[in-house]
């Protein structure tokens, strides 16, 4: 015993630099184990004990060992990428298009980017903006550059930089700063786990190698808990330290004789641990989403390794093949999820790229205007929504169909700029124009010639709606301001029209009055119907709104006209003289030059007649003049010569009026 002891306190005070030692001599025994295979198959730990090299066989051999090889691999990558953040419930950082933002507007998203989100997350958004950067401040710097040889310049003299490329630059460098300190520091983190865990073998060795009774047990309980505290290790050395660490855990179960009943009940302990772990995995065969099954798996794989100790010598072979075919279970099952959706992707990939061929070969050459333009956005979104509807892709898949599409849409939307840019310019001269027609409505609205400004301002209104769109930010304010000033007037005249006065009201009384009189009166002779038609003129003008009272009062005269024994003609020529005289009181110009078109119209149509008729009879020179043919034809003449000539007695009656 005491020599027991003495070479315990030999061992303790091993100096720190005897310590670095065997950490160093354990990390370069677990990096030549890791060089000399590709896989976990191939394990062959170095310097071990030949118990280890016949587990590595057993393993090698197992029917089930591919299927838990993966999930091994996979739980030493979770294990590294739990380190550096990458299984963290967010996801990275959503993703934005960024070919439409200004350079100002990408260095704003750059900055908020960085001021948000971990360093270790915006790695693909950080990559879009300066994709979209450089894209954009390259062809920014071209331009500048051809102005510059345009006016003479020396390519070699040329130079150009913006403020905002300068501050780009900075927050670039710093991103780069931070990113690659933080991957230096996860680095430094995983190999001072993995010369910690190295540290805790070489003490479970040694621990072993004393076999002290009396502590041992003890000691490794507190192993154990320091190899648990411990965080992950790189993904490349995860498997070969938790190796050699089960392998001296089972040594040092299988020479700890101290307290067998102890031992066994540690051992039983295990035992329905990982029996519980086993029916898990078996009900995880059941679960219908494969992702999370095998999530779930490597998880009680992580447990069975990291947190569960050995079972009785004669059980871990049984106990790990019964683990291993469950494993192989899931396995096979997402094994077969994964090749289905691969399938899935195919059909997904086929339907976006028809997709695409359908945005490629969309024909906008006969797009002419705004209309037509908004039919072909409408029809692009509608194809958009088809591509997106088509289903998800895995990013390595997606990615160049993703870039296809971007071109695709790219190239429709260059088209459409061309055409709003131009639409743009024409919009301006649309504003111009409509601008002018304010200004004449505004000069108009307080007008007093009624006449005039109404026509003018229903002529502005119909040049409005032929002047085409204006720019959207002006449209609204514009058509408020012309708007405005055609209420105005038009309610100015429309009062001015309802607001009849009391003199016109005494008019219209009397006219009705007169009316009503002149129906009960018999007048038999000429003069006494001009005397009619003179009392009523001298009753006054009526309103716009009363004018039909004037019709009623004409077609009074026109009935007492037609009951006189005079000449059709005379009576004609008076119930004209009544009617122009009524548009003469009323100042109706228009009416007036009506009645000249009409007569003069009707002058044409006669004299033509007149030449036909007397055309035709050259073809009769030969016959008599009583001829009944000749005769007729004659008296069409007379008849029409007798209208000419009260044609032209009404049109100069007209034109005496004007005088």
């Known amino acids: 015993m005491l020599d027991n002891a003495n070479q315990n306190l030999d061992k303790n005070e091993l100096t720190s630099a005897e310590t670095e030692n065997n950490v160093e001599s354990n990390k370069q025994e677990i990096a030549e184990q890791s060089t000399e295979k590709e896989t976990v198959k191939n394990v062959e730990v170095v310097q071990e004990t030949t118990e280890l090299k016949e587990v590595a066989k057993a393993e090698i051999i197992d029917k089930n060992k591919e299927a838990v090889d993966e999930i091994e691999k996979s739980v030493a990558e979770n294990s590294e990428n739990k380190q550096d953040g990458k299984n963290d419930a967010d996801e990275e950082v959503a993703k934005q298009d960024y070919s439409k933002f200004t350079l100002e507007e990408l260095v704003a998203s750059l900055k908020k980017i960085m001021s948000d989100n971990p360093v270790q997350k915006i790695k693909t958004q950080v990559e879009e ?75 479970l060795k040694e621990l072993i190698e004393e076999a002290d009774a009396t502590t041992m047990y003890h000691k490794f309980k507190d192993i154990q808990d320091s190899w648990r505290s411990i965080g992950p290790v790189p993904k490349s050395y995860y498997n070969d330290t938790w190796k050699i660490y089960h392998h001296h855990v089972e040594r040092f179960y299988d020479l700890l004789n101290l307290s067998n009943d102890f031992r066994d009940i540690e051992f039983k302990n295990n035992l329905e641990q990982k029996l519980q772990i086993i029916e898990k995995a078996k009900a995880l065969a059941n679960e219908s989403d494969v992702n999370f099954a095998s999530k779930e798996l490597q998880e009680l794989h992580k447990i069975w390794k990291e947190d569960i100790g050995p079972v009785a010598s004669e059980m871990r072979e049984e106990i790990w093949h019964k683990f291993s075919e469950a494993t192989k279970i899931i396995h096979d099952k997402r094994h077969d999820y994964f090749k289905e959706m691969r399938s899935k992707y195919q059909q997904i990939t086929e339907k976006k790229l028809e997709v695409i061929a359908a945005i490629n070969a969309y024909d906008t050459s006969k797009n002419k205007n705004h209309s037509d333009w908004q039919k072909s956005i409408n029809d692009i979104e509608a194809l958009r929504k088809q591509y997106f509807n088509a289903g998800k892709l895995p990013y390595s898949k997606s990615e160049e169909v993703w ?157 007492m006209l037609e009951s006189l024994s005079l000449d059709k003609d005379e009576i004609s020529m008076l119930k004209f003289t009544t009617v122009v005289d009524g548009y003469a009181a009323d100042n109706d110009n228009r009416k007036l030059e009506s009645e000249q078109f009409f007569i003069r119209k009707k002058m044409d149509e006669a004299t033509k007649e007149i030449q036909q008729l007397e055309n035709n009879l050259g073809f009769f020179s030969n016959a008599k003049p009583d001829n009944p043919l000749v005769m007729n034809v004659k008296n069409q003449v007379t008849k029409f010569k007798e209208e000419v000539a009260l044609w032209e007695q009404k049109l100069n009656y007209l034109k005496n009026l004007d005088n």
């Not at 310049?153 to 630059?169: A, S």
């Not at 002529?459 to 085409?468: S, Y």
Request: hydrophobic share 35%; proline share 1%; net charge positive.
């Open 129 to 203: 903006v300066k994709s979209a950067f450089n894209k954009k401040f390259g062809a920014f710097v071209s331009e500048k550059k051809k102005a510059f040889l345009a006016e003479g310049g020396n390519v070699i003299d040329f130079q150009f930089t913006l403020p905002v490329k300068e501050e780009y630059n900075s927050l670039l460098a710093d991103y780069k700063k931070k990113r690659d300190a933080y991957y230096v520091e996860i680095d430094k983190q995983l190999n001072s786990n993995l010369e910690k865990r190295v540290k805790v073998i070489e003490d």
């Open 403 to 559: 870039q296809k599409f971007k071109k695709a849409t790219k190239k429709f939307n260059s088209a459409k700029n061309v055409f709003y840019k131009e639409e743009k310019n024409w919009q301006q001269e649309n504003l111009k124009k409509k601008i002018a027609l304010i200004e004449t409505a505004e000069s108009l609205k307080e007008s007093e010639d009624w006449d005039n400004a109404t026509n003018t301002l229903k002529k502005i209104q119909a040049d409005w709606k032929e002047i085409g769109h204006v720019p959207r930010k002006f449209s609204d304010d514009i058509w408020k301001r012309f708007k405005a000033a055609c209420n105005y007037y038009f309610d100015r005249l429309h009062q001015q029209k309802n607001n009849v006065s009391k003199e016109e009201q005494a008019n219209v009384s009397a006219k009705k009055d007169f009316l009503e009189n002149l129906k009960e009166t018999k007048l038999s002779t000429k003069e006494a119907v001009l005397s009619a038609i003179e009392d009523w003129r001298a009753l006054g003008a009526l309103p716009r709104n009363m004018r039909h009272l004037e019709g009623k009062f004409n077609k009074q005269i026109d009935a």
